[in-house]
């Protein structure tokens, strides 16, 4: 049952990550387009509350869909099952939610 459940929430992450990759993909190409230095960049997206949002939100989704699919890599290539393979997929989903937040707040606080 855990694994029918963490398959839909990976799936569920990444038909919400699709529309925000795109997003994320459409604002790199405007800004190196439009030729903004990082210091404008940043000059529009401090105290932001939408870019935060956007950004927040796309963290999340990519902080639990790649936790289950290293959860998924890590018991097929290692074996590794049980009570090991879920503190590691919980560390590797914490460890890449606090570095994401902690960037998203970097840029946009």
Wanted: charged share 10%; aromatic share 8%.
């Amino acid at each position: 049952m855990l694994t029918l459940r963490l398959y839909l929430l990976q799936r569920v992450t990444a038909i919400l990550m699709a529309p925000l990759v795109l997003g994320h993909i459409a604002v790199m190409i405007y800004a190196v387009q439009d030729g903004l230095t990082a210091a404008e960049i940043l000059g529009r997206t401090q105290g932001s509350l939408g870019w935060m949002l956007f950004y927040g939100v796309f963290v999340v989704a990519v902080a639990i869909h790649a936790a289950i699919g290293l959860r998924v890599i890590v018991a097929e290539t290692l074996g590794l099952r049980g009570a090991g393979l879920n503190v590691f997929a919980w560390g590797a989903g914490l460890l890449l939610l606090a570095l994401g937040l902690r960037a998203v707040w970097a840029v946009t606080a």
